[in-house]
Nanobody, 124 residues
Framework: QVQLVEAGGGKVQAGGSLRLSCAASGRTFSSVIMGWFRQAPGKEREFVAAISSSGGNTPYADSVKGRFTISRDNAKNTAYLQMNSLKPEDTAVYYC?????????????????WGQGTQVTVSS
């Protein structure tokens, strides 16, 4: 089991920045792949970014590439999502997720562990 708790959401104006964090407990954090997903009202949950256990593989959704950065600190059992140049279309509930694997994937159904989500609202 992996328990995940997100923090760092809030309201920001377009062009602003936020940093989300995801604290993990349970299984050895350094061996799990972490992912960030988001879900806007009326839309399906979509992939944002993921990071391998070592941090060496970090795929991003095209919509956030160059603006968002995923990272992790295995010593602190925490993953992060730095979000810069935020746009109104980034408004959503953001979820972190984890999977026990060496394969980084972008499909939410392949992540068995999820946090409760944190709201990000970007105003124009």
């Amino acid at each position: 089991q992996v328990q995940l708790v997100e923090a760092g959401g809030g309201k920001v104006q377009a062009g602003g920045s936020l940093r989300l964090s995801c604290a993990a407990s349970g299984r050895t954090f350094s061996s799990v792949i972490m992912g960030w997903f988001r879900q806007a009202p009326g839309k399906e949950r979509e992939f944002v970014a993921a990071i391998s256990s070592s941090g060496g593989n970090t795929p991003y959704a095209d919509s956030v590439k160059g603006r968002f950065t995923i990272s992790r600190d295995n010593a602190k059992n925490t993953a992060y999502l730095q979000m810069n140049s935020l746009k109104p279309e980034d408004t959503a509930v953001y979820y972190c997720a984890a999977r026990q694997s060496i394969v980084v994937v972008t499909t939410p159904e392949l992540y068995p562990y999820w946090g409760q989500g944190t709201q990000v609202t970007v105003s124009s």
